[in-house]
Every structure is written in structure tokens, then in C-alpha cells.
């Protein structure tokens, strides 16, 4: 079956660490989004990309690092620099044109001890 | 800039009433897309319908239908026959369709809770 994959669901950080979540679509979609959700909150944009080894800041990008060496796979990494890490993070794909909705993964639970 | 606002933080409603989530919005461009997904306690946002600014009908999925009033800016969710099922955040969201990145602004959510 066609989706997203986002691992891992849960995942455990000391400060200071950097830790990498990943996200795979087997879509064949040319976007790939990265979103942070707070407690009551909506989703916030981190990072996008169009096209595989580019890739746009989105309006909370700071502390954070993307990649895009394959269609297949945007992974995000948490930087020590960033402040409040501990949130859900979701990836989300779309064919990149036309009308048509995003696709989104599981989502992954990232808390900091 | 888009806002996407969404008034109700939560709502209850009786299992098989009919409910609408409320949403309004703001932008500038002409052209824009409006969704709405349901996130369970799971944490995955699903897909539940799309309305373009330039469609002259409200959109319709199934139990679920597009209140849409362009010149009000709203773009309310009615849920029919309301089922357990259904308890989850809802959450409106726009896309601008002549912004090259056509990521999603979203809203801050509706916790919809359906009582038995």
C-alpha cells in the first residue's frame, strides 16, 4: 500500500543531542513537508522541499536541518540549538501541483529528558 | 499573510445529530485551496475535503459537506449524523495555490467530542 512512513513513533532525547526522525513515501510525490504540532495548536511549518537536493526554510526552521537525497525520503534532524525540541512532528507529501490534498504520516513524538 | 481561525476550541454533540465546525480565513490572493482534516488520538491527520475558491458548488464527501461562503471568508465543516467515530481535533486549513512552496496554513483546531 501506498503511504507515508514516519519512525520512529516515540522518541526519547537528552539535551543537547541531536536526534533525526525519518520520514519515507512510497507516493511518488515531488513534495515533502515537515510540521510541528504543540498541545492546542495548530501545525506550523518547518522545512519543505520540491525537488529532490532542494529544499525551502518554512516559518519555524531554526534549530532544525533537512536533507533531500532521494525522492523517497526527507529526513529531519533536531539540532541542539534547538530550544523547546519536545513537540509531534509530522511529515506530509503532495504530488506538488494542482488541487490536490497532502498526504500525512503517523507522526512522531519527540520528548526531551 | 493567510490566517486560518477556527473559534472552537471544543464542541460537543449528541451521536446521529448534525454538527458544523466553524472556520474563517484570510488572503490575498484570488486563487486558494481549503481543506479540512480530522486528527484522531493517534496523532494522523486524515483527509476529509477539498473546496477550491473558484467552485461554484459546495464540496460534498459522504457525511461530510463544505459550507462554503467566499464572500464571508468561511468555510465552515457540517458534519451529518454524527457518530462516535467522529470524536477528534478537526482542523481547517488553506493553500495558496500561487505560492511556489503550496505548503498548508493551518488553524488551531476543533476537539470534537460525539456523545451517546
Known amino acids: 500500500d501506498g503511504g507515508i512512513t514516519q519512525s520512529p513513533k516515540y522518541l526519547f532525547r537528552k539535551e543537547g543531542q541531536n536526534v533525526t526522525l525519518s520520514c519515507e513515501q512510497n507516493l511518488n510525490h515531488d513534495a515533502m513537508y515537515w510540521y510541528r504540532q504543540d498541545p492546542g495548536q495548530g501545525l506550523r511549518l518547518i522545512y519543505y522541499?520540491?525537488?529532490?537536493?532542494?529544499?525551502q526554510k518554512g516559518d519555524i526552521a531554526e534549530g532544525y536541518s533537512v536533507s533531500r537525497e532521494k525522492k523517497e525520503s526527507f529526513p529531519l534532524t533536531v539540532t541542539s540549538a534547538q530550544k523547546n525540541p519536545t513537540a509531534f512532528y509530522l511529515c506530509?507529501?503532495?504530488?506538488?501541483?494542482?488541487?490536490?490534498?497532502?498526504?500525512f504520516g503517523q507522526g512522531t513524538r519527540l520528548t526531551v529528558v | 499573510a493567510q490566517k486560518i481561525t477556527q473559534t472552537q476550541p471544543g464542541m460537543f454533540v449528541q451521536e446521529k445529530e448534525a454538527v458544523t465546525l466553524d472556520c474563517t480565513y484570510d488572503?490575498?490572493?484570488?486563487?486558494?485551496?481549503l481543506f479540512w482534516y480530522k486528527q484522531p488520538s493517534s496523532g494522523e491527520m486524515i483527509f476529509l475535503i477539498y473546496?477550491?475558491?473558484?467552485?461554484?458548488q459546495n464540496a460534498t464527501e459522504g457525511r461530510y459537506s463544505l459550507n462554503f461562503q467566499k464572500a464571508r471568508k468561511s468555510a465552515n465543516l457540517v458534519i451529518s449524523a454524527s457518530q462516535l467515530g467522529d470524536s477528534a481535533m478537526y482542523f481547517c486549513?488553506?493553500?495558496?495555490?500561487?505560492?511556489?512552496?503550496?505548503?498548508?496554513?493551518f488553524g488551531s483546531g476543533t476537539q470534537l467530542t460525539v456523545l451517546p
Open positions: 522541499s520540491q525537488i529532490v537536493n532542494d529544499f
Open positions: 473546496q477550491g475558491s473558484y467552485d461554484q
Open positions: 488572503t490575498s490572493d484570488p486563487s486558494y485551496g
Open positions: 486549513a488553506m493553500r495558496d495555490d500561487w505560492s511556489s512552496a503550496r505548503q498548508l496554513t
Open positions: 506530509a507529501s503532495s504530488i506538488g501541483q494542482g488541487n490536490t490534498e497532502a498526504f
